[in-house]
């Protein structure tokens, strides 16, 4: 007894029997229950479809497998999901809600209760929970396949070994890195560094300026940093003050003034200045330099001159420097004393002044006293006038010579410029006296100007300045404007530069000034290596100042050696980078130090001795900074923050260099910077790859002998190492240099250095290896050996070697080569390690034909060693299944690892490799289906069952994985990028591989159908008798309830099926049922030969369309395709058209051949011409012409002539037919005949509304013959259309050519419906009618 028919005796056990084939309309379906009243009814709903499953816990899972429906006839509410696992299917059924209880209806009011649904519930495509990765054979071959897909992650576990290696090295440079770049310190001899010293303490005893606050005490910081002993410094000590004192001077920038007051008529001021050093006075302070000389001669001030003459030439306006250094001991009291001294013109500003002898200072006092209340002219300075301002601006700098800074004073007026000749003039004069006689003349001169009753300059304003408030930095100041006395009105003020310098005579040439800076430059080397020695070893941690002492000294000495920014900025680079050669400084500092001298260079100039010691300065620094580049990955180690600050920091000088034009000046022949750097870049880069590779080759050649795994490891890890230092590259070094104007591609030149030696130790490699020799023949007669080979057979023995060592070099070189994107495009080409891949490709063809076998034998195995998942879901699937996708997984994820980069060769392993699984794939079920064959002969149905539906879900199972290559193996990319490489014609890579996946799929399809197939035959034969009694039910009988039977036999026969199988699975089942259903339809229309009721038709066709949306379950059942396929669309046209009546079915037919009539493109059977139009109430048709009627008398002519209707006769019912004469023995006729047809414009544009046109041959003696019809719709023709004019004739109008037809489908559908109506005689001269318009076949 099968396993339905069991199901139906239990369900036949507690439902109503059915004794007979009784077609009375109250037979009850199952699961229905009679109530103990009789009139009362308790009616078993539907279940219900539910979207969540509950565990025995009771909480939902909704990743659990479709809902199972009970059998129908089940009593009672919804019992509790048994606990624990479920060794059967029928142990997962899940019964139906409680049932509902409807309100007593009258007894003689039929029963109405709902149709059965399928439940089809949430299911599965593949299983849940699903690892593709787990497998139960893995250890047959020793986990083969396991040994390539663990390549992946052995290659990113020493990645990250390696990467933590480099993390646990020092963040700081080795010691012994740094004694090797470290240069000898800078040295003196001993009578070097005494006269240095000497120099030092000679500028510590004359300080000059106000000086700020000194923590230490500067001789013992001075004897400190010289490593002075006590008895030699008080020896050096005595000769430091044995020399002459230097002689102090004010340097004055008079740079501008604003708000002064207007003196013209126009509203401003002609202003300029007088200064000049006023001596201490004991009786207060005079008023201003003019008042002296007014005091001095006795005569009121002169007048201001317009123009200026100077000694030598005009004074410029930028800068007017001092003409005298002479004594100050004598009077200005009388013009012949002062006309005797000496004027001397004074030095250059890098050039040290001579020092006098001291004086005592009761003699300077005493000299101060003789000066009285007179300033001496030769110490008067003017500026240049500035017509027509308020807010001159001179910017003019003057130097003055100081004789008491602690009690001489700065006195400057301002002057408002109105006469020829002024006290401007007169002052400018005064420096060109030369002897007696001129400076009685000079004297004369201001008498005679003084007695002059012209205007003189009005007085501006005055400022007064103590030179000892001067500090030794000199000041910037602006000074308010002071009056003569309190009552004088004055307003403005003045902006002062002032600061103090010496001048001292020893003994050196304007020309040996830069012995001055060579000092200085020694001084501070020797003061930075001091500071540098508190700091050890760690002197990068210098911040870059000096402490004060060593700055205040450092600022003496620049002030008394009188040297400029520039020299200064000059020295303290010097020493910090000479310094940097022997105690490594921050690189910052030595930017800063550098930016400083840079930013001076285009105020001043050097003198030739000076910008050669800045030449050898820069050489110096650039080796050296050259070999810390080569070498920057030792000394500027990762991943330290602190060290890519100073590296970039390092680079800034370099850029700063290469752009600095002090750098071009004084080495105009050096190299290019940028270049300098890129070279010392691919020097270390040589030089680090041969330090890795010598620390893993170091076994290479005797790897080679013995098969050559040990070496290609080795080189892996080399790769990887180099990676890694790429990496770094990018993360830490790459930005530093390409974030400077030098813009050095870091990444790119290391890459380009690694890749080339990297290949060259590859193919040394590879060349020598050897893979075996190809096997791809033997693999394959291997596994065609196991498809043939029974599953109680033994497997031969075989197994193919495939070393994973090739694959780890390989790996390692694609990580390698990803780093490629930082080269340019253009320089690609030349990258040598495109040339390497080649080699790799016998082992990669090897493996895949080794694969093919280990895959062939683990299903095998797999298939053996079977057992089912006891997963606890309704769903179940076995192992092998798990075991034959988990192979495709390794598969598919080892060629993902290795992105084979050669596109042509990539396509033919792909091919091969999708070849392999769709072979195992098809072996895979083929053994599925030879067990399912031998199954034991006295299994149950229910036991047969449920082994059917394990075995094809593992069939779909591994079925669906096949689906998954087109996007896991990346085969769309694969093929657009070869098609347009290909650029022909034809057939395209994608259309042969999706050719190669849809034949495999397609196979694959058809064997799990054809598994499915005797339950579906099983099922079909058993709907029979269910089918008929819908068919031959009593026309009384609803449709619903003559399907009723039907659909609880699909109902109950698919319970156990809805719940057990994939949603793919069920699908095929659910169509094979369906096909059953639409045949036993099919064949209870044809069954009898007599004539049907059209209440015939109408219940099946009801039927067809609740049986549609019993197998469509509301979406979740078959799809509207899978539905509507040709068989649906036959039956379902067949019952349509016999259920229609005699009159819409001529009219269909009509309708369809006016559609073929407007498709049709021949003339086969000639055509016709004809014209139409309509107007007032009436049609006009006129037949033209006919062209190469077929010839249907025996002479080979015809008498043709044309019979016009109107139909269909419902529209048009007054309207007879007419017809046209005859015209005898021709194949073209020329009618030219009009024919009126009464009708109205409502008929005329109805749907359907259309001329036949028949053409017949004539013929006497037997019934005419049929020649062609045409047909011409009337909704297009004039009058009738909505967009048509008024037309009244057929003037204008165009001839419409009809092509003349026969019907060639002697089996038209209609014809056949309407044949079988022998009781219709309309029917059956329509259709004799017809078939003499049928075509003959030829």
């Given at each position: ?853 280990r895959v062939f034998y683990r299903i095998r195995v797999a298939i053996l060693t079977d057992r089912v998942a006891n997963t606890g879901e309704p769903v179940q699937y076995t192992t092998s299944a798990v075991d034959t996708t988990s192979c495709f997984y390794h598969v598919k994820t080892f060629w993902r690892h290795l992105a084979w980069p050669d596109l042509s060769t990539s396509y033919s392993l792909v091919v091969r490799m999708v070849e392999t699984m769709s072979g195992a794939a098809d072996y895979y079920v083929h053994l599925l289906q030879q067990r399912l064959s031998t199954l034991a002969t006295d299994t149950t149905d229910m036991e047969r069952a449920q082994q059917l539906c394990i075995t094809v879900n593992n069939m779909e199972h591994v079925r669906h994985s096949l689906t998954l290559l087109q996007e896991e193996l990346q085969l769309d990319h694969l093929t657009q990028q070869l098609d347009a490489q290909d650029g022909q014609g034809g057939t395209t890579y994608a259309d042969h591989i999706g050719s190669l996946l849809l034949e495999a799929l397609t196979n694959l399809d058809a064997k799990i159908a054809n598994s499915m197939s005797p339950v579906a035959e099983q099922i079909g034969v058993e709907l029979q008798k269910d089918v008929f009694h819908l068919a031959w039910s009593p026309d009384s009988l ?301």
């Open positions: 007894m099968s396993f339905l028919n069991s199901l139906q005796q239990v369900v036949a056990g507690v439902t109503s029997s059915v004794t007979n084939l009784s077609l009375s309309p109250k037979r009850f379906p199952f699961g229905r229950e009679n109530s103990t009243g009789g009139s009362e009814v308790t009616t078993t709903t539907a279940p219900q479809h539910q979207s969540h499953h509950h565990r025995p816990g009771g909480s939902p899972n909704p990743r659990l497998g479709p809902k199972l429906v009970p059998t129908p006839g089940a009593v009672g509410g919804a019992s509790p999901r048994p606990q624990g696992r479920c060794k059967s299917f029928m142990n997962h059924m899940m019964h139906p809600p409680p049932p509902m209880v409807q309100q007593p209806r009258p007894k003689k009011e039929r029963e109405r209760r709902p149709l059965p649904v399928l439940q089809c519930g949430d299911r599965y495509t593949f299983w849940p929970e699903y690892d593709p990765s787990q497998t139960w054979v893995s250890e047959v071959d020793g986990a083969w396949l396991e040994q390539f897909t663990s390549l992946g992650w052995r290659h990113s576990e020493a990645l990250r070994t390696l990467k933590a290696q480099g993390r646990q090295g020092s963040r700081d440079t080795a010691p012994e890195i740094l004694a090797s770049l470290k240069k000898n310190e800078f040295r003196l001899s001993k009578s070097e560094s005494e006269s240095l010293y000497v120099e030092v303490l000679y500028t510590v005893f004359h300080k000059v300026g106000v000086q700020q606050h000194v923590g230490e005490d500067l001789t013992k910081y001075a004897q400190a940093a010289f490593h002075t002993e006590p008895h030699d410094h008080l020896r050096l000590q005595a000769v430091a003050q044995e020399e002459k004192p230097p002689i102090l001077v004010l340097n004055l920038v008079v740079v501008e003034a604003e708000n002064l007051e207007a003196k013209d008529p126009n509203g401003f001021s002609d202003p300029y200045c007088m200064l000049g050093i006023q001596p201490a006075v004991q009786s207060g302070l005079p008023g201003s330099p003019r008042d002296v000389y007014n005091l001095a001669q006795g005569s009121p001030p002169p007048d201001s001159p317009r123009n200026r003459h100077f000694s030598g030439g005009s004074r410029s306006s930028v800068e007017v420097e001092a003409d005298s250094d002479g004594d100050k001991s004598s009077s200005c009291e009388s013009p012949k004393s002062f006309a005797k001294e000496s004027l001397r013109k004074h030095h250059s500003f890098r050039l040290s002044f001579k020092r006098r002898p001291a004086e005592p200072k009761r003699e300077k006092l005493e000299h101060r006293d003789s000066l009285s209340n007179a300033i001496p002219a030769k110490i008067i300075r003017a500026t240049s006038v500035k017509p027509h301002t308020l807010n001159p601006r001179w910017n003019e700098k003057f130097r003055l010579d100081i004789d008491d800074i602690s009690l001489d004073i700065l006195h400057l007026d301002i002057w408002d410029h109105d006469d020829e000749s002024s006290v401007f003039e007169v002052v400018s004069k005064l420096n060109e006296v030369k002897g007696v006689k001129g400076l009685g003349r000079f004297f004369k001169q201001i008498a005679q100007s003084a007695r002059q009753g012209g205007g003189q300059d009005d007085f501006l304003g005055c400022v007064n300045v103590p030179l000892q408030d001067i500090p030794s930095i000199g000041v910037d100041k602006w000074y308010p404007l002071e009056g003569r006395s309190h009552r004088s009105n004055i307003q403005g003020q003045i902006n002062l530069k002032m600061w103090l310098s010496t001048r001292e005579d020893r003994g050196r040439s304007e020309e040996e000034v830069w012995a001055e800076v060579r000092e200085h430059d020694q001084i501070i080397t020797i003061f930075l290596l001091h500071e540098l020695n508190k700091f050890k070893e760690n002197t990068v941690t210098w911040d870059g100042e000096l402490s004060t002492a060593a700055q205040t000294i450092l600022h003496q000495h620049a002030i008394q050696g009188d040297l400029t920014q520039l020299q200064q900025a000059m020295c303290r680079w010097m020493a910090v980078s000479r310094t940097h050669t022997s105690k490594p400084v921050d690189p910052r500092v030595l930017h800063r130090y550098l930016l400083a001298l840079h930013d001076l260079w285009d105020t001043e100039t050097l003198g030739k001795e000076e910008e050669e010691m800045l030449a050898d300065s820069y050489t110096g620094f650039l080796e050296y900074t050259m070999t810390e580049v080569r070498r920057h990955r030792e000394v500027f180690p990762m991943p330290s923050k602190t060290h890519a600050i100073r590296l970039e920091a390092l680079l800034k000088c370099l850029s700063l260099l290469a752009e600095s034009r002090s750098y071009w000046k004084v080495c105009p022949f050096h190299k290019e910077v940028r270049g300098e750097v890129m070279a010392a870049l691919k020097r270390g880069a040589v030089e680090w790859y041969a330090q890795a590779r010598l620390r893993y080759d170091r076994h290479r050649e005797a790897s080679l002998a013995t098969g050559g795994d040990i070496a290609l490891e080795s080189l892996a890890k080399l790769a990887l190492h180099l990676t890694l230092d790429l990496q770094a590259g990018v993360d830490y070094y790459d930005h530093a240099f390409s974030s400077t104007s030098l813009k050095i591609p870091y990444a790119a030149i290391n890459y380009k250095i690694f890749e080339k030696l990297l290949s060259e130790d590859a193919l040394k490699v590879l060349t020598v290896i050897q893979v075996d020799e190809d096997i791809e023949n033997e693999i394959w007669q291997m596994c065609a050996l196991l498809r043939d080979l029974e599953l109680n057979k033994e497997t031969p023995y075989y197994n193919p070697h495939c070393s994973t060592s090739p694959f780890l070099l390989y790996l390692a070189l694609a990580e390698f080569s990803k780093f490629q994107e930082h080269v340019a495009a253009s320089e690609r080409r030349a990258l040598l390690l495109g040339s390497v891949w080649g080699h790799f490709l016998p082992a990669v063809s090897r493996w895949v034909d080794v694969t093919a076998f609803p449709a619903e309830e003559a399907v009723r039977p039907l659909l609880e036999r699909l109902f109950a026969s698919l319970s156990t099926y809805s719940a057990a199988l994939l949603k793919n699975n069920l699908d095929r089942l659910l169509y094979l049922l369906w096909l059953a259903v639409l045949g036993a339809l099919h064949d209870q229309i044809g069954k009898d030969t007599e004539e049907k009721q059209v209440t015939f038709f109408v219940r099946l066709y009801d039927a067809l369309e609740l049986l549609r949306a019993f197998f469509s379950a509301h979406g979740r059942g078959l799809d509207d395709n899978s539905l509507a396929g040709p068989e649906y669309m036959t039956l379902e046209r067949q019952l349509r058209l016999h259920k229609t009546t005699t009159e819409t079915l001529i009219e269909t037919y009509h309708m369809e051949r006016l559609m073929e009539q407007e498709r049709v493109e021949s003339q086969e059977y000639g055509s016709l011409f004809v014209r139409a139009y309509f107007n007032h109430d009436s049609l006009c048709v006129e037949v033209l012409q006919a062209r190469n009627v077929i010839p249907l008398d025996p002479n080979g002519f015809s008498d043709p002539f044309v019979v016009i209707e109107l139909l269909p006769r419902r529209l048009f019912p007054g309207a007879a037919q007419q017809q046209t004469n005859v015209h005898k023995k021709t194949l073209h006729p020329l009618f030219d005949e009009c024919f009126e047809f009464p009708a109205s414009l409502e008929s005329c544009q109805a749907e359907g509304a259309m001329i036949l046109f028949t053409l017949m041959d004539h013929d006497v003696i037997t019934c005419n013959d049929f020649g062609g019809e045409a047909f011409l719709s009337l909704n297009t023709i004039s009058g009738v259309v909505a967009s048509s004019s008024s037309v009244d004739n057929f003037h204008g109008l165009k001839p419409i050519e009809l092509s003349l037809m026969f019907q060639k489908d002697p089996d038209n559908s209609i014809l056949k419906v309407l044949e079988t109506r022998t009781s219709d005689k309309v029917a059956l001269e329509f259709v004799k009618k017809q078939k003499e318009r049928i075509a003959r076949p030829t």
